[in-house]
């Protein structure tokens, strides 16, 4: 587990003056937490030991630890694949590559689940059931196909879904439509792409609500986020691993689907009968 990721699932249990330096570490992640305590404290508008008693809520024995642990987190969110693929294990014990790679993947769906509070989850979920809000996904280079199988499966069982398209020039454009409440799922891991950062500011100029699905270090974009699904992605291989993330969309598809029921029953049966009804061709 990330230490923004520690941060998120310990704010609930902080003091107001520790929830300060909670939020000073997000917004200037990483620089902050590798500043000195005097300068973190100053950041945060608290003081010294408030700093200390954050660290210690985190479960750091002190500040030294906590910046190691920082240090750590930083260089495997920059890992590159050539870099993964020089330490990675290819075989399991038995031998067996295919083995290997199920069994990482397992791990990271259980490390996901346990990452995920089911009241993130919902509350995710809650934003992508009304329909009175446009619906928008974009991901990242890897990421974006992703965000298009979702889009495609959310646009069958509720209005007004659209995705960004490809082109970055094109995304300013695109904002002009976008309004107060709308809905945006965000997806970006490691390594984070500055064009979605920079467009996740935007987004939130024009206070939409950003849902981002990302990896256990979390994006840059948290901070801009109304709700953070952070997802196990590392399969101790050359490149990172999609499949917490495909499985995270589905389950999120699947509960929109049934949060309303009449209304997604009444599209799918409206969409089969345009199917059924299409001249034949000639």
């Known amino acids: 587990m990330g230490t923004k990721e520690q941060v998120h699932e310990a704010l609930g249990h902080m003091t107001d ?3 300060k330096v909670a939020h000073a570490f997000l917004a200037n992640y990483p620089s902050s937490g590798l500043s000195t305590v005097a300068e973190f404290a100053d950041r945060a508008g608290t003081s010294a030991p408030t700093v200390l008693r954050f660290v210690s809520r985190l479960g750091y024995s002190g500040y030294p630890e906590f910046q190691r642990a920082l240090r750590t987190e930083i260089q495997a969110e920059l890992l590159s694949p050539l870099e993964k693929g020089e330490t990675s294990s290819a075989r399991s014990a038995d031998g067996s590559a295919l083995g290997a790679y199920f069994a990482r993947a397992e791990a990271n769906l259980a490390a996901t689940l ?7 989850f919902e509350a995710a979920c809650l934003l992508l059931s009304d329909h009175k809000a446009a619906c928008y996904l974009l991901g990242g280079r890897f990421s974006d196909a992703v965000a298009r199988y979702m889009a495609a499966h959310l646009r069958i069982v509720r209005p007004n ?7 970055t020039s094109t995304w300013d454009d695109q904002l002009l439509d976008i309004r107060a409440g709308d809905v945006v ?9 500055r064009d979605l950062v920079h467009l996740s500011e935007l987004l ?4 939409a609500r950003i849902v981002l699905i990302t990896d256990s270090w979390l994006s840059p974009i948290s901070r801009y986020a109304k709700v953070v699904l952070p997802c196990a992605i590392d399969a101790g291989r050359t490149w990172d691993s999609s499949v917490a993330l495909i ?13 309303n029921w009449d209304a997604s029953r009444s599209r799918i049966q ?6 059924w009804n299409k001249p034949a061709a000639g």
């Open 204 to 207: 939130g100029e024009r206070r």
């Open 185 to 193: 799922v965000l997806f970006d891991i490691r390594r984070y792409q």
């Open 114 to 120: 346990g990452a995920i509070p089911e009241s993130e």
């Open 17 to 19: 003056a520790e929830r």
């Open 270 to 275: 409206a969409l089969e009968h345009i199917h």
């Open 247 to 259: 499985a995270l969309a589905e389950a999120i598809i699947d509960r929109v689907t049934h949060r």
């Open 161 to 167: 879904v659209r995705r960004f398209q490809d082109q």
